[in-house]
């Protein structure tokens, strides 16, 4: 759930948000399983120019916003081409493959969260069929498999690699990599 923060919003959804937090960390887990490693990352939150993205990634498919009118690509998505100005766009699918354009191994001091899985990586993927358009995400070994699933001294810049999609806790399909040649 999020809160609406803005000035239109009400008491009772910043009630609801504190309400939540303070028992997300107070109470024990209701079974006896362990939470999932990533049950308390930070997730994205998809807006309306967006939305299709994550959509897309719910059922596999890595697709970028492309103007209708000038056929250039476009990432992070928006109503506008910086292009052309043209505010025509559909989802082109891509095949999900690109290169390591830059990384990063974060140390600490780190979110609790992520201090657990430690080391881990951090990618920015160069897509193969639009070299000006660059995710972000993890390299790991499969799409489930935990942020520190790869050595972190097997990130190289240029490496192959291609979008797995990994289901997180609260629903969200998010992209992630593993190299094309492990």
Not at 135 to 159: H, W
Request: hydrophobic share 35%; with cysteine.
């Amino acid at each position: 759930m999020r809160a609406d923060h803005s000035p239109g919003g009400t008491a009772a959804d910043t009630d609801s948000v504190t309400v939540r937090d303070s028992m997300t960390t107070s109470l024990p887990p209701a079974t006896d399983n362990p939470p999932s490693p990533d049950a308390d990352l930070l997730a994205p939150v998809p807006d309306d120019d967006g939305a299709p993205f994550w959509e897309y990634a719910a059922r596999g498919e890595l697709r970028v916003q492309t103007c209708t009118d000038c056929d250039e690509p476009r990432f992070p998505p928006r109503p506008c081409c910086p292009h052309c100005q043209s505010f025509t766009a559909h989802w082109q699918r891509t095949s999900g493959r690109g290169r390591i354009w830059s990384f990063v191994v974060p140390h600490p001091p780190l979110l609790p969260a992520y201090a657990a899985q430690a080391p881990y990586n951090a990618i920015v993927v160069e897509l193969a069929e639009a070299p000006r358009i660059r995710l972000v995400g993890n390299l790991v070994t499969a799409a489930d498999a935990a942020l520190n699933s790869v050595d972190p001294a097997k990130l190289r810049i240029g490496a192959p690699v291609k979008a797995v999609f990994h289901r997180t806790p609260d629903g969200l399909t998010v992209p992630r990599w593993v190299l094309e040649r492990p």
